[in-house]
């Protein structure tokens, strides 16, 4: 059986884009966790809006982000966000940036794609923005990050890859 994922490989010129605030499903209302960030928000994320998922249940940023603006947007997209970081101070400093914002994913937990305690396809959605290359990862390890990646995905799920 051939295994079908999506790719998406966002680029943006500045680094951060600008992007309305998404609504609850079926409602005018902001999601949960935006409501002080006004009518818009700044999104590492862009591409969030662009994507029609054919399931919304989780989502795993995997990010080398500390600010929470990825798992926040991907908050206005999945019932469930997870949060992977693999040094205890990018966790620490995300964990902090959540507090702040009044967001609370789903877990956070210490680690790499390829060592995630997650079952196989678990997820509709991985988030990689700057994780393989501000790593500076030989390709053999980018490409063991790829494959726990791949085994992470749901079946029709999304890899999203981004750096500057």
Do not use: Y
């Not at 966002?10 to 902001?30: A, D, I, K, M």
């Amino acid at each position: 059986m051939h295994d079908r994922h999506h790719f998406v490989i966002p680029f943006c010129v500045s680094g951060q884009g600008t992007t309305t605030q998404p609504l609850e499903r079926g409602t005018n209302r902001p999601c949960t966790g935006n409501e002080r960030r006004g009518d818009i928000m700044r999104s590492l994320a862009p591409w969030l809006w662009l994507v029609d998922f054919e399931a919304q249940d989780q989502a795993l940023d995997a990010s080398e982000s500390q600010t929470g603006e990825l798992a926040t947007a991907l908050m206005g997209h999945f019932a469930q966000v997870h949060v992977l970081r693999d040094e205890g101070e990018k966790l620490e400093g995300l964990r902090a940036a959540n507090d702040r914002e009044g967001c609370e994913p789903a877990s956070a937990v210490l680690g790499t794609v390829s060592t995630a305690p997650w079952a196989r396809e678990t997820f509709d959605c991985i988030a990689l923005h700057d994780a393989l290359v501000q790593r500076h990862l030989p390709a053999p390890e980018m490409l063991t990050e790829l494959q726990g990646a791949h085994h992470l995905l749901k079946p029709g799920g999304w890899l999203a890859l981004a750096s500057p």
